[in-house]
């Protein structure tokens, strides 16, 4: 034993070394490590566990939940209230702080517990050997040069290389994403190969699924492959959503608008109109508490969280707020493939016999579907004339065969075992052949013995008697070494000389579609010396058919991907699959079509520059790393588009915490890739992020109608106090009247909106763009139009009354009710951006709407007449001419409303704006 370890030995290649080279490299022997040398390797290498990264304290995180304009806002509207003695308003604009604060903090807490799972996926003990014996250790305790014992059941407890190997298979979906376990030898493999293709590795955090191995640690902690994850996702930065972006620009502008007019008033009341500096100071009050909207922190909020509601009714579980209105930004989807895209549920589709292609039908672990040869179907009735060698290939391949069908109390069916063997057994049930690969003796075509898959041998072999006694040999296998063992094949009943080059050349014809490709022989007569051993199947076999075997895709993910098509969305499949069965599952789904597919290897080979141009156009990427799909990922957003990622194991979490919306799979996703997502599909069906992106929309149009809703209230008020200053008619609303209006239409009206449906061909539009502000030009004209139609009406009505020699009480009740009205039907119209609601569905179609008009209604019947409320605001009782005159306000708001609408709709601005005509 050396005196010293070797020097560090996670960054080598060690997939690239000769076993017996790893061996003499980490200065270990078969026998183990002694426990001095464990110690000192222990003491150089540490603990074989992932150290949890340096974090913010939770008092900072907290302080920095502060740091948003809109939260400024709020606290400045806060600020106002307070000075006015208004403690209503105040307390409810500090507790919608506190609320937005609470919310940001446990969510932030949320998504840091991502780096947690993926600590947690670590094996809690290995066996290890150690001088020379076999023992039970702490999995943290492992040190580079350690051998470890491996059998089916256990967790991987650090990278190691294979030694020893007894039909190993390690299943490395969490690690890439491949959808079958993988065969494990102990051959090198290139340099270069990616993460999939390295047979003779098992890495930390994968899990045995069948058979023993050995392997030497060569890499521990942080050196692992799970541990280089672990520190990516540390260093991934989670993107602000594209709402929260505009808001934090819009707020910026809003707030500086308002203090330049506030400033702008007093100046030009002072200095031009000659007011006293206390009056034009209450003014001042009055106009920066009417720009103020204080009801859009909490009713993005409500927005928000009914989006949530409405998306979990359809399985898409939101785990970040502002992740719903993300969604409807979205223009590229990247999805994994393996049980997003397709069903996870292996399934024969096609059979290539000497004379006959038959398709197969039906998807899926049911044992429905047809068989058909030209596109006419047979049932198995027909097969002995038809075609014998396909029913006995089918035999072949239900009693060569160690998986299981069953079905669940629930009537669906699932398979135990090998998902590849589970795809005969149930082309087996199709035919109508029962599943008894082990019967008794003595029961037709029981198992007298049987070899099992081995990698290194590429089949498996079963020895069966039939009814009458005779004795069966069975093979299926790998194409390639079931050729080697057949001299002939099966041709309409008849045994004849193999014809080699037609079957490699089907094997390549099926192997081009995807199809993962098995062959299927077997030999009459017992085996020598009644044991089925490795010369007894040697040679002398009659080759029956090929089986063309695939993971079919969800035929709801193909409408949903027509449906993203169609509303301008990109989807690219990023998976770890090989690029042939990638490029045909992507040509089912019309993902990538005409295009070629590029591996993980291409993309380590191109800089950022190339790699953005090669995202944008390419939209099949196999073979793909975590750092593939994180380059890929970031790629997409430097080119400005907003994406969502989907991902199930641990070796999507980085990409899915770097995306704008991340989204794990929740039947079979890894709780790292559920911590690091922003949204969890409870039934892993792409289908259902379609669904999302379509309530994302309908989420954001009712953000922008909630705006263009509440911003003419703000914009009106503001125009009534600044025409009072400027015409020196006084104040026609105070302070206290414009925080009352923007409660009543903040709390009351505007809320109903949140409740608004996706209106029609929302799925028809192209996303919009990611630069886009909040208020386009035409939303900042809509926004004046109707401010200015407010201000026309309430302040006129305040002039008329003043001139006409009524009290300035009734006056401003006058000039609020006015601005309420016009706010009550202005709520009607703002149910659609472009469409008229000059109609029924228009004009009743949202009942909230109808009952928040009713409650406004009673609210401002209180303000005006009880006299507790006249002495709070300073309001006065009117009379029904009066009501009749704030009704004509308000319609000069509705029909103005109105006739803008059509005139846009006509002219085909609606169109360009991105709206429906």
């Known amino acids: 034993m050396p005196d010293q370890p070797p020097a560090a030995a996670a960054p080598r290649a060690w997939h690239n070394v000769d076993a017996d080279q790893a061996l003499a490299d980490l200065g270990t022997a078969p026998e183990g490590l002694d426990d001095a040398e464990v110690a000192r390797r222990r003491a150089r290498y540490g603990e074989n566990r992932l150290l949890p990264p340096k974090r913010r304290g939770p008092l900072l995180r907290l302080a920095l939940q502060f740091h948003n304009v809109l939260i400024y806002v709020m606290l400045a509207g806060a600020l106002v209230t307070a000075v006015l003695r208004h403690w209503l308003d105040t307390c409810v604009l500090l507790a919608a702080v506190l609320v937005n604060v609470a919310i940001g903090f446990i969510q932030e807490g949320k998504a840091e517990s991502a780096l947690e799972a993926i600590r947690s996926m670590l094996s809690p003990h290995a066996t290890a050997i150690r001088h020379g014996e076999r023992v039970t250790v702490d999995a943290t305790q492992l040190v580079p040069g350690d051998i470890v014992v491996l059998a089916s059941g256990d967790r991987v407890p650090a990278d190691l290389r294979l030694i020893a190997v007894r039909e190993l298979r390690v299943d490395e979906a969490a690690l890439t994403g491949e959808s079958l376990p993988v065969d494990k030898q102990t051959a090198s493999v290139d340099a270069a190969a990616p993460l999939g293709d390295r047979w003779g590795m098992a890495y930390s955090g994968t899990l045995v699924v069948y058979g023993q191995a050995r392997g030497v640690v060569v890499a521990t902690g942080a050196d692992t492959e799970i541990g280089h994850i672990n520190r990516m996702l540390a260093d991934v930065d989670t993107m602000a959503t594209p709402l929260l972006r505009q808001i934090d620009r819009f707020g910026r502008v809003l707030a500086v608008v308002i203090l330049a007019l506030g400033a702008l008033t007093f100046a030009l009341g002072t200095l031009w109109r000659g007011e006293s500096a206390s009056d034009m100071f209450l003014i001042v009050v009055a106009l920066v508490a009417s720009g103020i909207p204080e009801g859009l922190p909490a009713i993005m909020t409500i927005i928000l969280a009914l989006g949530v509601q409405r998306m979990a009714r359809h399985h898409a579980i939101v785990r970040r707020l502002p992740a719903v209105e993300a969604l409807g930004a979205v223009n590229v989807v990247c999805s994994d493939k393996t049980g997003t895209l397709t069903r996870n549920e292996m399934t024969v589709q096609r059979v290539v016999c000497a004379r006959d292609v038959i398709d197969v039908s039906g998807v899926g672990y049911a044992p429905e579907g047809a068989f058909t040869i030209d596109q006419h179907a047979f049932d198995a009735a027909q097969w002995p004339a038809r075609c014998p060698e396909l029913a006995l290939a089918v035999r072949a391949g239900v009693l060569c065969n160690d998986a299981q069908m069953r079905r669940d109390e629930a009537g669906l069916w699932h398979v135990e075992g090998d998902p590849t063997e589970g795809a005969l057994l149930v082309l087996g049930a199709k035919a109508g052949i029962a599943h008894e690969p082990q019967a008794r003796a003595g029961t037709p075509w029981a198992r007298r013995d049987s070899i099992p898959f081995e990698s290194q041998h590429r089949f498996m072999a079963s020895w069966n008697t039939d009814a009458e006694g005779h004795a069966w040999i069975f093979v299926k296998g790998a194409p390639e070494r079931l050729f080697d063992m057949c001299a002939t094949q099966l041709t309409h009943g008849v045994e004849e000389r193999i014809d080699p080059d037609y079957w490699r050349r089907m094997q390549t014809d099926l192997g081009a579609q995807g199809l993962r490709v098995l062959a299927l022989a077997y030999r009459r007569g017992a085996p020598a010396h009644n044991t089925l051993d490795f010369d007894a199947v040697a040679q002398g076999f009659t080759l029956l058919a090929l089986a063309g075997i695939i993971d079919p895709p969800r035929d709801e993910a193909i409408q949903a991907v027509a449906d993203c098509h169609r509303a301008g969305i990109r989807v690219k499949m990023i998976t770890g699959d090989h690029a042939e069965t990638a490029r045909a599952i992507g040509a089912q789904l019309a993902i990538g079509v005409g295009k070629p597919a590029v591996t993980g290897a291409e993309v380590a080979l191109m800089d950022d520059a190339e790699l953005r141009r090669v995202a944008l156009d390419i939209d099949v990427f196999a073979r793909a790393s975590p750092e593939h799909k994180l380059r890929l990922v970031e790629a ?82 503001a125009l009534v106090v600044l025409a009072g200053a400027l015409t020196g008619l006084g104040i026609p609303l105070t302070p206290a009247q414009v925080l009352w209006v923007n409660m009543v239409t903040a709390s009351t009206l ?115 007449y009880a006299p507790f409320m006249q002495h709070l605001f300073g309001s006065a009782a009117l009379v029904p001419q009066e009501w009749l005159k704030v009704l004509g306000a308000g319609l000069v708001v509705f029909l103005g409303a109105e006739l803008e609408k059509w005139v846009v709709r006509t002219s085909g601005l609606a169109r360009r704006l991105g709206g429906e005509e």
């Open 636 to 717: 997409l957003q430097q080119d400005g588009q907003v994406v969502a990622m989907t991902g199930d194991g641990v070796n999507d979490a980085p990409a899915l915490k770097r995306a704008d919306v991340g989204v794990a799979m929740g039947a079979k996703g890894t709780e790292a890739a559920k911590e690091a997502a922003d949204m969890v599909l409870a039934d892993d069906n792409f289908a259902t992020i379609a669904r999302a992106v379509r309530e994302g929309r309908a989420v954001y149009d009712n953000l922008k109608k909630f705006i263009l809703f509440t911003l003419p209230t703000n914009g009106g008020e």
């Open 750 to 864: 505007g809320i109903a909106l949140a409740f608004e449906r996706a209106e029609p061909g929302i799925m028809r539009r192209k996303p919009r763009a990611p630069g886009e502000s909040l208020l386009s030009g035409f939303f900042m004209w809509r926004v004046a139009m109707v401010s200015v139609l407010m201000m026309i009406g309430a302040f006129g009505l305040f002039y008329w009354e003043l001139s006409a020699g009524t009290g300035i009480e009734r006056a401003r009740t006058i000039a609020v009710n006015a601005v309420v009205m016009s706010e009550m039907l202005y709520l009607i119209n703002s149910r659609s951006i472009f469409h008229s609601v000059l109609s029924w569905q228009g004009l009743t179609g949202n009942r909230y709407a109808l009952l928040a008009i009713g409650a406004c209604v009673l609210m401002q019947i209180a303000f005006t």
